[in-house]
């Protein structure tokens, strides 16, 4: 199609066009009134015609993206069709601005509300994960706001629809978000893991943190290419924010990882990484929101537990219920109300005022409904989604045990070697390790399956910290020690 044709928006009988909203590398979005139901929707309308195989590819994977857009952190798709000039639309939910990246701009975000966001969106890209379908491009500008301010995810699968990709002739690298791809996704590897979106969602946390990409130099002027090559040959730079504890610095190290084998292999891991942060704040647990197909036979997939007593078990197109969060002491008779028009439209939770003398009222009703409800559950048909509720002591399991045994000694060569004991029996997980230095704040974390570690002796004495890394991803708490060094 020429290039005049592609930049018009379409015509689309039931909508009027109302003007353009942005524009990728593939596609344009255009703000529509859709006339029946009336309601202002986003239309993402590719720059390129389907016919054939393709017309069928487009088909699946708006199925796929309807399939998963019920999810409460994933942008909702109304419909899809072709134009009559060919192009591919999607008719989405309208969010308002400002998306992410708009905010971003201004300031960082809150540690509060960071891991409150990442934690809502890694449970949709898992979810994604599950239906079969890898994002390959989170980043702020793709997390959308609704009009209740919850954030949702764009853009699932629009580069599996782009086509052939073109011979490397350098304009591939700069339609790339390369502030946010992965090592392996800048050096040409087309296989897309979970593991990939575990990277670019880390990027964008550090981005809430700090205002930037992990490897972008704010206020700087340089090239893709230089911002690429230190995407895959630098360390992780720190933080640099006071607030943040050290802990999260570890799991973003992690997320982080040149080479994918050593980042959290699912998303799901990723979060409960963010929770067990949360944990430590002592900060509510966001629930991860997690959709389940009912295929069971696949072994690589992670398990629902669909007997957990705490899940919230809902139909794909039902509300989600937002979750109870268990306080870590007993609540108080006068503690304050939510705000009102805070929930999601899609998750809230209406309040009951139940006074003493519904008491009695009230149990007769709960037991003529559970009798109610057993008869009824050969009838029921099978859940399809589950909201998981955190534990109500540890929202991760038991906590991760610390190597045990850490001493060190220094050799002729100059060096010190540490060693230490496996934290338990049985164990099959990995380690971290650093180089405690007084005075500097050096997060990078190196990565080891042995029990040792060999640091350059420093004057007076040489430390280190060495970490615990469970196979779900779950880091322990540091042990230290230190050598006399003179």
Same mark, same amino acid.
């Given at each position: ?9 379409? *015509? ?30 986003a ?9 054939g195989?393709?017309?069928s590819?487009?088909?699946s *994977? ?15 798709v109304?419909?899809?069709g ?17 998306q992410? *990246? ?8 809150s540690?509060?509300?960071t891991? $409150? ?8 890209v898992?979810?994604?994960h ?35 990709r ?12 390369? %502030? ?8 040409? &590897?087309r296989?897309?893991?979970? +593991?990939? $979106? ?5 990027? +964008? ?31 992780? %730079? ?8 050290? &802990? ?24 409960r ?24 036979e ?10 957990? @007593? ?19 002491g ?10 009102a ?8 939770? @209406? ?22 409800s057993? #008869? ?5 048909p ?11 002591? $540890? ?6 045990? *610390? ?8 050799g002729?060569d100059?060096?010190?070697?540490f ?10 997980? +990995?380690?971290?390790?650093?180089g405690d ?7 990078t974390?190196?990565?080891?399956? &042995?029990t040792?570690a060999?640091? %350059?002796?420093?004057s007076? #004495?040489?430390?280190?910290e060495?970490?615990s890394?469970?196979?779900?991803g ?13």
């Open positions: 199609m020429s290039g005049d044709t592609s930049a018009a928006h379409p *015509e689309i009988p039931g909508y009027t066009y109302l003007h353009e909203l942005g524009a990728g590398g593939y596609s344009r979005v255009h703000l529509y009134e859709q006339h029946m139901p009336r309601r202002e929707v239309v993402k309308v590719m720059d390129t015609d389907v016919a195989s393709s017309a590819r487009f088909e *994977e708006a199925n796929l993206m309807a399939k998963v857009s019920s999810h409460p952190a994933i942008l909702s109304y419909g899809a072709v134009s009559a000039d060919g192009r591919p639309f999607i008719v989405m939910e309208y969010c308002p601005p400002p992410l *990246e708009m905010r971003l701009r201004q300031k960082a975000l540690i509060p509300e891991l $409150d966001t990442a934690i809502r969106i890694a449970g949709a898992e979810t994604a599950r239906a079969g379908i890898i994002h390959r491009d989170i980043k702020p500008a793709n997390i959308l706001f609704t009009v209740y301010r919850r954030p949702v995810l764009a853009d699932f699968g629009i580069s599996a629809m782009s086509g052939p073109r011979a490397s002739d350098g304009s591939e690298l700069r339609g790339m978000s390369v %502030p946010w791809a992965p090592p392996e996704q800048l050096i040409g &590897s296989n897309a893991e979970p +593991t990939t $979106d575990v990277y670019s969602l880390a990027a +964008t946390v550090y981005a809430m943190l700090t205002g930037h990409s992990p490897f972008e130099t704010p206020g700087a002027s340089e090239g893709v290419y230089e911002l690429a090559r230190r995407i895959v040959k630098d360390a992780v %730079p720190p933080l640099g924010r006071p607030d943040v504890p050290p &802990s999260l610095g570890r799991v973003l190290t992690v997320a982080l990882e040149k080479d994918p084998a050593r980042r959290y292999p699912t998303m799901l891991s990723f979060a990484a963010l929770q067990q942060i949360q944990a430590e704040l002592e900060l509510p647990t966001t629930a991860v929101d997690l959709y389940d197909d009912g295929q069971d696949d072994a690589g997939r992670p398990a629902l537990d669909v007997d957990d @007593p705490e899940a919230t078990r809902l139909g794909v197109f039902s509300r989600v219920e937002e979750p109870v969060v268990v306080p870590a007993p609540r108080t008779t006068d503690d304050a109300e939510p705000e028009g805070a929930e999601d439209h899609r998750s809230r939770v @209406p309040a009951r005022l139940i006074g003493a003398a519904a008491v009695a009222v009230l149990a007769t009703v709960v037991a003529g409904a559970v009798i109610a057993r #008869s009824m559950d050969e009838a029921r099978a859940s399809s989604f589950a909201t998981l509720a955190p534990a109500r002591s $540890d929202p991760l399991g038991a906590t991760v045990p *610390e190597p045990r045994d850490l001493e060190g000694a220094l002729a100059g060096r010190v070697t060693t230490w004991e496996v934290p338990e029996d049985g164990w099959t997980g +990995t380690y971290l390790y650093r230095i007084a005075g500097e704040d050096d997060e974390l190196e990565p080891t399956g &042995s040792s060999s640091l %350059p002796a420093q007076g #004495s040489t430390c280190i060495v970490f890394v469970r196979q779900d779950k880091i322990s708490a540091a042990s230290r020690t230190c050598v006399p060094t003179p």
